[in-house]
């Protein structure tokens, strides 16, 4: 295979066979089920995928590994590829005939944008497994009072139960990336853990709390809410944003009247 791997695309490719191995047994795949393959490469994970059974729908962003794939996979009927930009990709139109799974090994710079932007459509989302940053996938599963538990931790713990599954070490990959990586699953909330009236109030609430993290809640969101607020909902205004629950931040925000427009949370330039 001639493919010279694209940095601006994110391609790092698996070549560790045992990973590929123990991806595939984590991830129990069924003959007949519906699964999304975001940035399959050249095929690393798909090869296996398409041998389970599963209907397999691919998005691919490089034409030239587009072209590739077409060619690698020809005698599969069980195979869709879809030359696209999985960011702008509508996931919810392929669940027209129920639930999806989705599997993935993400460019690292678009993983936390793309995540949210899939998780727009979690209804026909039954479960995700992503090989992410390990740092990503400690900041996804961070539990309150630890150095990782931020804004990403109560954002995706919102939406998903979150778990690690395993680390990645990166001789796993052609070309070999800087960091360690490591397999999440998020399994989409069919009710939310919580009561949230707005999102993007939640989403300013956590923003701004744990922008300036050393600081007690009290003056951290001063701008937004009262001391006394805070005390009438029993959280303790001394306490700073790691030390609060996901449950605390619903509270805090549904005391928040204006609603914020803004529901774009995540973007490509995001400072996590
Ligand atoms: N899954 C393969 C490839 C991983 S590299 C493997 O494990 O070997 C990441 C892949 O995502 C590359 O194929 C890259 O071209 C693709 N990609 C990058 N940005 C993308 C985007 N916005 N939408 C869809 N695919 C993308």
Not at 44 to 50: C, D, I, K, N, R
Not at 110 to 125: D, E, G, K, Y
Not at 174 to 191: E, F, G, N, Q, Y
Request: charged fraction near 25%; glycine fraction near 4%.
């Amino acid at each position: 295979m001639s493919h010279i791997a694209r940095k601006r695309f994110g391609q790092n490719f698996l070549q560790d066979h045992r990973i590929i191995d123990s991806m595939i047994s984590s991830i129990e795949a069924q003959p007949n089920e519906h699964w999304v393959e975001i940035g399959p490469g050249q095929g690393a994970l798909t090869e296996p995928l398409l041998k389970s059974g599963v209907k397999l729908e691919v998005v691919e962003l490089d034409r030239d590994l587009v072209t590739l794939l077409q060619e690698k996979f020809k005698q599969y009927d069980n195979l869709r590829i879809h030359s696209a930009d999985a960011l702008r990709f509508d996931f919810s139109a392929l669940a027209v005939n129920g639930k999806l799974r989705v599997i993935g090994n993400l460019p690292y710079n678009i993983s936390t944008p793309l995540m949210f932007h899939i998780l727009a459509n979690s209804a026909c989302i039954e479960d995700m497994f992503f090989m992410l940053q390990k740092e990503v996938v400690d900041r996804i599963c961070a539990e309150p009072n630890s150095k990782k538990y931020g804004r990403l931790s109560v954002m995706m713990q919102y939406y998903c139960a979150t778990e690690w599954l395993f680390d990645v070490p990166p001789e796993s990959f052609d070309p070999v990336p800087k960091v360690m990586s490591a397999i999440v699953r998020l399994v989409p909330h069919t009710v939310p853990p919580v009561q949230v009236d707005s999102l993007a109030n939640l989403n300013t609430v956590v923003t701004t709390a744990f922008s300036q993290r050393r600081k007690t809640l009290r003056n951290s969101l001063k701008k937004l809410i009262d001391e006394q607020t805070m005390l009438d909902l029993g959280i303790n205004p001394v306490l700073r944003a790691e030390n609060i629950s996901l449950s605390d931040f619903a509270k805090l925000s549904n005391t928040i009247v204006s609603v914020t427009q803004d529901t774009v949370f995540f973007d490509e330039a995001d400072d996590l």
